[in-house]
């Protein structure tokens, strides 16, 4: 897969324009969570480590709309824990564990779908109803979502799929 919002198991969804770069990615978040009202509770939830930036970079897209953000590390909300942002450094996460009970969206962010170091879809299934059946947005890379049949179990609203190239330089020792 290379493009957003064409996979096969997104009946009713439609195409949506290709973007490139981290501005790329920000962007298309940023216009999928422009219709929810300032202030609105957004959960993200992914894999333990590899998750936690991307949902931090997007925080950033968003940051000037007064959000109330949260992680849920592997989708239990007994560990959730509240994204602030800290002037010079950006958005982190406290140490401090909070109760969510309700959100506006539910951010599933693809690491989670990962063998080895994510959770069953089923345990997305129950994060998403324990919050409400919130707006379900998938972020993910090289279309993991859909490689892993997650976009045939989940609701999604929305879904944003990057792919990554990467090369390195180096000098000669």
């Not at 109330?68 to 602030?84: I, K, W, Y």
């Not at 539910?106 to 409400?132: F, N, T, Y």
Request: proline share 6%.
């Amino acid at each position: 897969m290379n493009s957003f919002y064409t996979f096969a198991d997104t009946a009713g969804m439609e195409s949506g324009e290709r973007r490139s770069g981290l501005p790329g990615l920000t962007g298309l978040f940023r216009e999928s969570v422009a219709d929810l009202p300032d202030g609105s509770r957004i959960a993200f939830t992914g894999s333990v480590g590899g998750c936690l930036p991307i949902a931090e970079l997007l925080a950033l897209a968003v940051r000037k709309r007064g959000f109330q953000l949260s992680f849920v590390p592997l989708a239990d909300p007994a560990e959730a824990r509240p994204m602030r942002w800290a002037e010079g450094v950006g958005f982190t996460v406290g140490a401090e564990k909070m109760m969510l009970q309700q959100a506006d969206a539910l951010v599933v962010l693809g690491g989670l779908a990962m063998p080895k170091i994510g959770r069953p879809v089923e345990e997305v299934e129950s994060l998403h109803r324990q919050l409400g059946s919130p707006r379900l947005i998938g972020v993910g890379f090289m279309g993991v979502l859909e490689r892993m049949g997650w976009t045939k179990r989940l609701p999604f609203d929305a879904l944003i799929d990057g792919h990554i190239d990467a090369a390195m330089w180096s000098k000669e020792r």
